[in-house]
């Protein structure tokens, strides 16, 4: 996890928001998990692919945080029903993907395209 005294952060951050924090190898979701265990690192090697997925009631529109298919794991955002899309990472191996959104979808999407993370 990165190491920072003053803000949390390594130098080496691409990008941050309140949802994800990315770094040239790998990202940070927070609220992936309840509580005090909010953040999840997931390591762009273990990523197969990151959609960027339009949202509608049967998606996760109104998700929260947590699953509804036990197949995608939402993270934790209350302002999800008034946004259109959501990125799922699909990761090598797994059978659970992960949900989250970030506050710049461009800026990430073009991160992630960046280092052929989308199809």
Same mark, same amino acid.
């Given at each position: 996890?990165? @190491?920072?005294?003053? $803000? *949390?952060?390594?130098?080496n951050? %691409?990008? $941050? =928001?309140?949802?994800?924090? &990315?770094?040239? =190898?790998?990202m940070i #979701? /927070? *609220?992936?998990?309840?509580?005090?265990?909010g953040?999840?690192k %997931? =390591?762009? +090697?273990s990523?197969?692919? &990151?959609?960027?997925?339009?949202? /509608?009631f049967?998606? *996760?529109?109104?998700?929260?945080q947590?699953? *509804?298919d036990?197949?995608?794991?939402?993270?934790? @955002?209350?302002h999800?029903p008034?946004?259109?899309t959501?990125?799922?990472?699909?990761? /090598?191996?797994?059978?659970?993907?992960v +949900?989250?959104? +970030?506050?710049n &979808?461009?800026?990430?999407?073009? #991160?992630?395209?960046? %280092?052929?993370?989308?199809?």
């Open positions: 996890m990165p @190491d920072n005294k003053k $803000n *949390g952060m390594c130098e951050v %691409i990008y $941050n =928001d309140r949802y994800v924090e &990315i770094y040239p =190898d790998y #979701l /927070n *609220g992936y998990y309840y509580g005090v265990y953040r999840k %997931i =390591d762009f +090697a990523v197969k692919n &990151i959609a960027l997925v339009r949202l /509608n049967l998606s *996760g529109k109104y998700r929260l947590g699953t *509804g036990f197949k995608t794991w939402f993270t934790y @955002d209350t999800r008034s946004k259109e959501v990125f799922i990472v699909y990761r /090598n191996n797994e059978w659970w993907n +949900a989250f959104s +970030a506050e &979808i461009d800026k990430v999407y073009e #991160l992630f395209k960046s %280092i052929n993370l989308t199809h």
